[in-house]
């Protein structure tokens, strides 16, 4: 089933929620951005600390090789 998000979530929270596995975000009106800026939040940051689901290295791994 759907992992939904709801409330006031940060830009910088949108990837690590979406790492984490939600796959939907329910925001009041007030926190409503254009689309555009959520896309971008998604890919602004590519190095992570964290291991999650979605098969990324980490930081960890990249260092060992």
Aim: aromatic content about 10%; charged content about 30%; cysteine-free.
């Amino acid at each position: 089933g759907e992992v939904r998000a709801i409330g006031h979530i940060l830009f910088d929270q949108l990837l690590f929620l979406h790492r984490a596995g939600f796959d939907a975000v329910e925001m009041s009106t007030d926190d409503s951005r254009a689309q555009a800026d959520w896309q971008k939040a998604l890919s602004e940051i590519s190095v992570f600390y964290q291991d999650t689901h979605d098969g990324r290295d980490t930081i960890l791994r990249r260092r060992h090789g």
